[in-house]
């Protein structure tokens, strides 16, 4: 076979496509492999450059396929939907790949190793949990209306409904019983959550990177935690201000004819990381109303200028590209440091 300097790999669950290219550019690997048959074909080709789109179990396969000597690259499939000529089969994505990867403005995902991974997952299970108590919160509150029984608004306000429905009489025996169902499943949920968040928090305690970030107003040790699991895809960004796009917190360009026209955000990237950042602005700026004396004189005179929401955007647009700035120096918050303009100024 020719050398190859390029393999683009389309996966699946047990089929993966295979599609390299010599060095003149033309196809010389087209090959359909079993996923137990991955490893001991890669393990005896030379090391190349291999393309895989970042999707599940991506992050698994770039570490075994490094470890047998290859340079692996994740690309975003959005990237790599652009270089599919006309049909879609697994075929025509690996082709894709290989073709996207060789170009030169193209950005790459960054590979996580399994420690990042598990944290990840761990972000995970407390999101997923927390939609789950919240939808099982709002079955109850509405199975419990309509037996006449209400209660305020708030997590707290659950367990004294159930404990209502629990001695209420006048309830049917089948909707009691039900109740219990669903008074024991909400415990356990919030008994979990708990644990999970537990082990957030220890393992915020652990990571020097999270502490330092939570020391940025709006952040905090959630969003510290997050932005922290998610630094190697934070250090693939160029720079602070690509940090922010990338995570969709800038506006879309529909400009054209000379003239600029911005319209809202691209919501791109993570959304978790996003509604973070948007909540804990949110935050600082309710804090700012009610303690003007302690807020930033550019954080007032934005929010006379525009309304709450935008510059909840604003700011967490601002601390996104903070947050990138100090993973990338090692650098501690600094509330008190000058501009560029000041500082040249002074």
């Not at 309509?146 to 001695?167: D, M």
């Not at 999970?196 to 999270?210: Q, T």
């Not at 650098?331 to 002074?346: F, I």
Request: proline share 5%; aromatic share 6%; charged share 25%.
């Amino acid at each position: 076979m020719e050398k190859l300097i390029r393999i683009g790999v389309d996966t699946s669950k047990s089929v993966f496509q295979l599609h390299g290219v010599n060095v003149l550019e033309q196809p010389v690997l087209r090959r359909k492999l079993r996923r137990r048959e991955v490893v001991p074909y890669f393990s005896k080709l030379e090391p190349t450059v291999i393309g895989i789109e970042a999707c599940g179990c991506s992050h698994y396969w770039a570490r075994t396929l490094r470890e047998l000597g290859h340079e692996v690259r994740l690309i975003a499939p959005q990237h790599a939907k652009a270089y599919v000529r006309r049909n879609k089969n697994d075929a025509a994505d690996a082709e894709a790949l290989c073709e996207a990867m060789s170009r030169p403005r193209m950005n790459f995902v960054a590979a996580k190793s399994a420690e990042e991974q598990a944290a990840l997952m761990l972000a995970g299970m407390r999101r997923r949990l927390i939609k789950m108590r919240t939808q099982l919160a709002n079955a109850i509150r509405s199975y419990a209306a309509e037996f006449g029984l209400f209660a305020a608004k708030g997590l707290g306000r659950i367990e004294p409904l159930l404990e209502q429905a629990a001695v209420d009489q006048t309830l049917p025996e089948l909707a009691r019983q039900l109740f219990a169902l669903q008074a024991g499943e909400y415990a356990k949920l919030d008994a979990e959550l708990r644990e999970v968040e537990a082990k957030l928090r220890a393992w915020h305690r652990d990571s020097e990177v999270s502490r330092r970030i939570a020391e940025v107003p709006g952040i905090g040790p959630i969003g510290g935690t997050r932005i922290a699991m998610k630094k190697p895809d934070a250090m693939a960004c160029r720079s602070a201000r690509h940090y922010s796009a990338w995570i969709g917190l800038t506006a879309k360009d529909h400009s054209t004819a000379g003239k600029l026209r911005l319209g809202g955000i691209t919501r791109a990237g993570d959304p978790e990381l996003r509604s973070l950042l948007v909540a804990g602005a949110m935050a600082v700026i309710r804090h700012a109303e009610n303690h003007p004396e302690r807020a930033s004189p550019w954080l007032l005179d934005l929010l006379k200028r525009k309304p709450r929401k935008l510059a909840a955007v604003a700011l967490a647009n601002k601390n996104a590209r903070i947050a990138w700035k100090l993973m990338k120096t090692g650098g501690r918050y600094n509330p008190n440091h000058p501009r560029p303009e000041a500082a040249k100024a002074a």
